[in-house]
């Protein structure tokens, strides 16, 4: 598709288990963001890949989330033993490159629901 | 640090109305100011953006956002409302050291 795709839409699944969210940028796209969205509140920068630089990490809350990108393109963020206060929409968004005047293109998210 | 603050959690306005979603922003340098817009789960959608030039910037379904750099401010506008625009409106902020900061959305509900 033409836009950034993110899978699942939806995820259910028990405190203390691992999940893995994808997202597929924009192609030709060379930077990469993932973003978390509470509810009731706005975004919350988590980690920005930009071409072969290592990734900008600052966002990430706790050494329970991790994002890997393989080939320039797709993207993974892991969190590992999921918590409660984890449930929220993660969000990713691309853009042509990682310059401060470029627009940023989000997909519609994966909503984390953690019982 | 920067910092955006979107004064007003919800804003109603009649269809036909003019409309306006407010925005401040902190940056140590010279900011680069964003809108965007998010229909119910859907990711969001950039509307118009703030560089330089003119203070007035025009983008897309008919919104425009006004740059003061005295007061700070990137308040969101259009002429005239429709129900369609009903919606959650993000301002967001960057300056040439760090990430995009969101502001904390305004849900802008356009009545019949």
């Known amino acids: 598709g033409a836009g950034v795709s993110q899978s699942p839409s939806n995820k259910v699944t028990e405190k203390g288990k691992d999940v893995e969210l994808r997202c597929d940028p924009i192609?030709?796209?060379?930077?990469l963001y993932w973003y978390r969205q509470s509810l009731g509140q706005g975004l919350e920068f988590l980690i920005y890949?930009?071409?072969?630089?290592?990734?900008?990490k600052s966002g990430l809350p706790s050494d329970r989330f991790s994002a890997e990108r393989t080939g320039g393109s797709v993207s993974t963020l892991t969190i590992q033993r999921t918590q409660q206060e984890d449930s929220a929409v993660y969000l990713c968004?691309?853009?042509?490159?990682?310059?401060?005047?470029?627009?940023?293109?989000f997909g519609d998210g994966t909503r984390l629901s953690i019982l | 640090a920067q910092s955006v603050a979107q004064p007003e959690d919800q804003v109603n306005v009649a269809e036909g109305n003019p409309l306006t979603v407010k925005c401040t922003y902190s940056?140590?340098?010279?900011?680069?100011l964003f809108w965007y817009v998010q229909y119910p789960n859907r990711g969001l959608q950039f509307l118009l953006k703030?560089?330089?030039?003119?203070?007035l910037v025009k983008g897309s379904y008919g919104f425009e956002a006004e740059f003061n750099k005295s007061q700070t401010s990137f308040h969101l506008k259009k002429p005239s409302a429709l129900v369609s625009d009903s919606a959650l409106y993000f301002c967001a902020v960057r300056d040439i050291e760090r990430q995009l900061t969101f502001g904390s959305g305004t849900q802008l509900t356009v009545l019949p």
């Open positions: 968004a691309s853009s042509v490159t990682g310059e401060d005047n470029q627009p940023q293109h």
């Open positions: 940056v140590s340098g010279n900011p680069y």
């Open positions: 192609s030709g796209h060379t930077a």
């Open positions: 890949f930009q071409g072969n630089s290592a990734p900008d």
């Open positions: 703030y560089i330089t030039g003119d203070n």
